[in-house]
């Protein structure tokens, strides 16, 4: 356990709401930087504050968050609560003159999201919300190969989660305390969907105008496969067109086995990822096209001998899926104290909370 | 008494509750919401009462405790990851408290663990009582040597805080009907092939009805209040004499391969040394593979009941062959209980 730091001139204090399991990630990047102040976490148990508190060193554990922000007015607040508090609790800490990172979904549909930014804006702060897969290894490099035009121009992008929410022992599937996530409009599937909707986004055209819905066209499959009164959705496919590009959600709890695979075409060539298993699968024109296709295996074979030793190794050495958050916490954490762009901007959280509540509608009939 | 009881359809704690009836005790059973009560033999007992709650939810609690001459509190988590079991077990832990104390009901039996002591301090073949040291880095072990330790820390803070009079129960291993292998034996590979890690060590045995005995007296003695004992049988056979009488009862006899415990302790020392070299101690290694853990499950002691024998008058009733015999040979674990074995008049 890390004693608590003493605050130095120039750090930035910052405290923690939410001590549950993904309060680990970001309690580790802020206990392993010494340019940030920990100056308390809170939670409604008093241990479990007391024991986050010890093992990250934070100054103080609170149970009340609307005391810790009065006591000790920290500059940043990391909102880590279940995802159906976030609106009331960001909004107090906006009042109180904090920057706010927030879990995702930063809000339930995208009338609350704009109106925390409303706030955040009037209060000159800044909101931002966690995308961190979009700073995963093999997202930053299919995002260098677009970027360069590797790729060519991208038409297919294709974001794939399988969990296993409904499995025994899961969570999700705890019918005797239900998971606060059930009370998200689109029920679990709503807790993972910021990610789907991120990387898909992340891949796609910049929208220079807005139509109604916000995309051209977008259909959404909302299935209960699984059954049973405690889950709203077990199962999502959608397909969302614009600008030409095709774009296909997906979230099965019922396939095997578990996966996060990310998928980008385009017209030079295609890359694939897997974000729980990392490797990348790149395929490209080789310059005697009738060996394209071998070569192409042939190089995939090779990175996958060489990825799956290394994922060995991180296993082994508890390793998550998690690399992109202390990457997007950098991030922020710069933009706070020089003024950059944040990670994540404005329009990337907005048209993510668009498409959230566009894909939620259709599951309402809308 | 009136006992509240957490953790009651659970293995030990129906046998819990069956003592306490068998004992003349009303007992509210305290049930998680969704658990199948249709396997448990007691509930038509005219002193039962069952009230169903979870105990990481403050909902209901006040109202379940309420009434209540004393707690007695097994529930412990399942979950696999460390927030799951701090939510069960520390949080559990800590609402039940809150309850109690907003209840007004000031007595309280925690059923703790033997593995809370810090076996890597103590000398081989050295007597392990209560007066040892528990593990300073519980973390370092595993998460339910952790979270049972903060669940012990939160029941003593509350009886510093205000008043709770408690009683902490630290079982060794307990076996019983369907629970047979503790994993100090080793690694029961399957049903045919065990690897048996050691073959002296004593092992701190509990028999089921021996263990719900113990923490029903502590309920009843007002001497418990503010102690903690270790519960283990008089007979604490050695790990290759439990591995063959188990052979016995078991068709197909399992095939068992011996590991002498020098050799498990050198080999967990390599892997300790090569995952600080190479790894700067990150690696999460098997738990044979830890020192900790493997001190803490293999390694020869002695062990002794005697603090709970001198302060409550507790004596196991079932000897070791015949806690095995009922293990292996009666129908069900609620016909044990409440009808065939029990030398005690049931009162009903």
């Known amino acids: ?366 | 008494m009136k006992l509240l009881i957490t953790g009651s359809s659970g293995f030990v704690g129906r046998y819990v509750v069956a003592e306490a009836l068998r004992r003349g005790h009303s007992v509210r059973a305290l049930i998680r919401p969704a658990t199948a009560i249709a396997d448990l033999k007691w509930t038509d007992h005219k002193n039962f009462e069952l009230v169903r709650a979870d105990l990481r939810s403050k909902r209901g609690l006040v109202e379940a405790v309420s009434g209540a001459d004393a707690v007695l509190h097994l529930a412990v988590s399942q979950a696999s990851d460390l927030y799951g079991v701090l939510a069960g077990t520390v949080v559990g832990t800590e609402n039940l408290l809150e309850a109690m104390r907003k209840a007004k009901v000031d007595r309280i039996v925690l059923v703790s663990s033997f593995s809370v002591y810090n076996y890597i301090k103590l000398r081989t073949r050295s007597k392990l009582n209560e007066s040892c040291a528990v593990e300073a880095e519980p973390e370092k072990r595993d998460n339910y040597c952790l979270t049972k330790l903060m669940q012990e820390d939160l029941v003593r803070a509350a009886g510093t805080e205000y008043g709770l009079r408690f009683t902490i129960l630290r079982p060794g291993a307990i076996f019983g009907k369907g629970h047979v292998w503790t994993s100090r034996l080793g690694i029961d590979l399957s049903d045919r092939v065990w690897i048996r890690l050691g073959a002296w060590a004593k092992l701190p045995l509990s028999y089921v009805e021996n263990c719900a005995e113990a923490v029903v007296m502590c309920t009843e003695k007002d001497e418990a209040v503010g102690k903690t004992f270790n519960v283990v049988d008089d007979e604490t056979p050695s790990q290759r004499l439990y591995c063959r009488q188990l052979q016995r009862y078991l068709n197909p006899r399992p095939h068992i391969v011996p590991v002498a415990w020098s050799l498990v302790r050198t080999i967990a020392r390599i892997a300790w040394f090569s995952n600080r070299l190479l790894f700067k101690g990150k690696a999460k290694v098997p738990q044979v593979l830890s020192p900790a853990s493997v001190h803490a499950r293999f390694k020869p002691l002695r062990y002794s009941n005697q603090s709970l024998k001198e302060v409550i008058g507790w004596r196991p009733r079932y000897s070791l062959a015949e806690a095995l015999d009922c293990s292996f040979t009666l129908e069900t674990a609620e016909e044990v209980d409440l009808n065939l074995k029990a030398n005690i008049p049931m009162d009903e």
């Open chain 1, 1 to 366: 356990m890390k004693p608590a730091l003493v605050k130095q001139k120039g750090t930035l204090t910052a405290a923690v709401i939410g001590t549950g399991q993904i309060s680990e990630e970001h309690l580790k990047y802020l206990r392993d930087h010494n340019d940030i102040f920990l100056s308390a976490v809170c939670d409604l148990s008093p241990a479990m504050a007391k024991f986050a508190a010890e093992r990250y060193g934070a100054e103080k554990a609170y149970t009340e968050y609307r005391k810790m922000l009065e006591d000790l007015k920290p500059q940043v607040v990391h909102v880590l609560t279940p995802p159906h508090t976030h609106v009331g609790i960001i909004r107090d800490c906006l009042e109180a003159g904090a920057h706010v990172i927030v879990e995702k979904p930063i809000a339930p549909t995208h009338e609350d999201f704009e109106k925390l930014w409303s706030l955040a804006r009037q209060k000159e702060r800044l909101l931002i919300e966690d995308h961190n897969y979009l700073f995963n290894d093999p997202i930053l490099k299919i995002k260098g190969l677009v970027s360069k035009g590797v790729l060519g121009e991208v038409k297919e992008v294709e974001v794939r989660m399988v969990l296993h929410v409904r499995e025994k022992g899961s969570r999700y599937a705890d019918l005797n305390l239900p998971h606060p996530s059930h009370q998200l409009p689109a029920g679990v599937i709503h807790e993972f969907i910021t990610h789907l909707c991120s990387l898909a986004l992340h891949f796609m055209p910049k929208q220079e105008r807005y139509n109604e819905k916000g995309f051209d066209r977008i259909t959404a499959v909302w299935n209960n496969h699984g059954g049973g009164e405690l889950f709203k959705y077990d199962d999502l496919d959608a397909i969302v067109i614009d600008q030409g590009v095709h774009t296909r959600l997906r979230f099965s709890s019922s396939t095997w086995p578990e996966c996060f695979t990310v998928a980008v075409r385009g017209t030079k060539g295609s890359a694939c990822t897997d974000l729980f298993q990392p490797y990348l699968h790149i395929e490209l024109p080789r310059k005697i096209k009738q060996l394209t296709p071998v070569l192409n295996q042939w190089a995939l074979g090779w990175h996958l001998v060489k990825r799956s030793g290394r994922n060995f190794l991180d296993k082994l050495q508890q390793g998550t899926s998690y690399e992109g958050l202390s990457r997007f916490l950098q991030g922020t954490y710069r933009a706070l104290k020089d003024g950059s762009n944040p990670p994540v901007t404005f329009e990337d959280m907005d048209r993510v909370s668009r498409m959230i509540d566009a894909l939620v509608a259709q599951g309402r009939g809308e």
